[in-house]
């Protein structure tokens, strides 16, 4: 019962802007509740309660917590209670127990598989979208009951104006944030161990590339790329080895990336079409919105220099009647002070060494979703969608279990 309901969990994880019933209530909590009470259950019933899923820098995550929750109490505002209620939503169940739950109830192969299914689904659906939007058919991320404004953004080039990519979430930037960090891992799980042909594994993947370029995420497209070359370069660190024979493996990744974008920034149709999102990219296509932007960064800071302790407290900038950093770093620095800023970040550090020194075959898809994904929560605010938590937990899961496989 439990593993059905955490493999819904991470099938849904995305759809967080359609069916929900309120901000808190949306499909993936759905799954995730009854497997957190089922889990909770047959742990109590047997007696057993496996901790082999946690490592020492989950440590962090608590102490992180706990400073959390210490700058709320010495910060209480009345908009931080949300927040509060959040960290602890989105960090010990979405992650700790995610994590215990992924270790004592599924394996590998099974959660691999479920998000490989789930990438793909969402990726058939916005190309199917866009196709029916074409012929002018019907729209159908706005046939379905979404929780708050219709899926209405735009992109706009000078031939065309597209209906950005919605699917079953609440922004096309969420859409791209999740298929950053748990696409690679699925892409590398469909091509290596599953029995369709060649023909279909490429038909397959071309789709799922092209939903993904369909939510016209500029963020998503600049990390992606970024990611995938920190991946390459810290797992083939030495372009030439001390016996002065090229890597020919970071080469080859280097070389293609090359092409891709020469192809792209020098070609008149391409660049034409792509003005849009290098613009948003090089911060020239509003500097009205710029401007605010940079104003906010350097407020933010500050802040946190006046107040590195402890904080503002949970939500300060809500509570302050002001808008967010749009950088959830900066904005946990402001919320909560440097010691907890740092938790984090020694928590992810912690689980970069953890990929980088991994035997798992498919490390290089996980640094791939790893670094996209903490990257881009340098331009958005938005912690609780748990996409990175997910992809963390299972790499551990695999990770341990591999190794007492080896034992």
Same mark, same amino acid.
């Given at each position: ?193 599953? /029995? ?172 791939? /979703? ?7 929560? /340098? ?29």
């Amino acid at each position: 019962m439990t593993k059905y309901f955490i493999l819904g969990y991470i099938f849904f994880i995305s759809w967080n802007g359609v069916f929900a019933i309120n901000e808190w209530l949306r499909v993936p909590v759905y799954f995730l509740l009854p497997a957190l009470f089922f889990a909770l259950f047959f742990s109590v019933r047997s007696g057993r309660f496996v901790i082999s899923s946690f490592r020492i820098e989950d440590l962090l995550i608590l102490l992180f917590l706990l400073i959390y929750y210490l700058s709320a109490l010495v910060n209480m505002n009345p908009s931080g209670f949300n927040y509060v209620l959040a960290y602890f939503f989105v960090f010990f169940a979405q992650y700790l127990m995610i994590k215990f739950i992924l270790f004592s109830f599924t394996t590998p192969r099974q959660f691999y598989a479920i998000n490989t299914a789930a990438i793909i689904f969402i990726c058939v659906f916005l190309v199917t979208n866009q196709a029916l939007l074409f012929f002018d058919v019907i729209d159908l991320q706005n046939s379905l009951p979404r929780l708050s404004k219709d899926a209405t953004a735009t992109y706009n080039t000078a031939y065309n104006s597209f209906v950005r990519g919605y699917a079953f979430s609440t922004e096309p930037g969420v859409v791209a944030f999740y298929l950053n960090i748990l696409g690679p891992i699925a892409l590398w799980y469909f091509w290596n161990k599953t /029995g369709f042909s060649i023909t279909v594994k490429t038909v397959i993947i071309l789709m799922t590339i092209f939903g993904w370029l369909l939510t016209f995420s500029a963020a998503g497209a600049a990390f992606l790329v970024i990611g995938y070359l920190l991946a390459t370069f810290l797992l083939n660190f030495r372009l030439i080895n001390i016996n002065f024979r090229v890597n020919k493996k970071v080469i080859t990744r280097i070389s293609f990336f090359s092409i891709f974008f020469v192809v792209i920034f020098f070609y008149q149709g391409t660049q034409v079409f792509l003005k849009p999102m290098v613009a948003k990219l090089t911060l020239t296509d509003n500097l009205k919105t710029t401007s605010h932007r940079i104003e906010r960064i350097e407020e933010g800071f500050k802040l946190a220099l006046d107040k590195p302790l402890l904080g503002y407290g949970p939500r300060y900038f809500t509570s302050a009647g002001e808008s967010s950093t749009l950088n959830w770093y900066l904005m946990l620095l402001v919320e909560s002070g440097w010691v907890s800023f740092f938790m984090m970040i020694a928590f992810l550090i912690s689980v970069l060494f953890r990929m980088l020194k991994s035997s798992l075959p498919n490390r290089f898809p996980y640094l791939v /979703g790893f670094f996209a994904g903490s990257l881009h929560l /340098g331009v958005i605010s938005t912690f609780y969608h748990p996409f990175l938590w997910l992809l963390i937990a299972m790499f551990y899961v695999d990770e341990i279990k591999s190794n007492s496989l080896k034992s």
